[in-house]
């Protein structure tokens, strides 16, 4: 008999697999939730040091907020820092050789603090001469970030594209 029960339980289990292969796209997009409410904003940038050669060492903090009901992590944050209108440079905040569980944890209904510690050349001489004269203050300087944030939930990943200022 050309249908036996062996055959029968191979071309089932077939089915099933190759049924799995083409859905999985599907399915691990059904478990990333909306991440347009997640909400990437700059909450503080300090000066930690300038240096005699014009090295400048700075510290971004990122706040995320995710009002989701699914908890997410991140692994990695790139990012092109502004300083009034003229680059400073990107950088990248990276958990990528993190296990998943020593990765930042973005609860659902909490936010949660990311710092980035950079160190940077002062080209401009006036932001150079404000940081010096003002205490080290950068209370006068606008500061604007656009970045992109890798968002992951369980077995899925998306790019969160974010504007900020402070």
Known sequence: ?????????LIGTVTVIVGVIVLLPLILTITLPDLSA???????????????????????IFNIKNPTSQAL??????????????SIGEYT????????????QLLSNRDINIS????????DEKIGLDLRNNN????????TINGNAIIESG????????NATW
């Open 116 to 123: 980035s510690v950079i160190e940077t050349p002062v080209l």
């Open 136 to 143: 080290q203050s950068l209370q006068d300087i606008k500061w």
């Open 1 to 9: 008999m050309f249908l036996s029960r062996r055959r029968l339980v």
């Open 38 to 60: 997640v909400d990437i904003i700059v909450k503080k940038i300090e000066l930690d040091d300038i240096s005699e050669d014009n090295i400048a060492t700075l510290k971004v």
């Open 155 to 162: 077995f899925s990943s998306a790019p969160k594209i974010f």
């Open 93 to 104: 905040k990276s958990y990528v050789d993190i296990p998943l569980n020593g990765r930042p």
């Open 73 to 86: 992590t991140t692994s990695k944050i790139d990012y092109e820092l502004n300083a009034n209108g003229e």
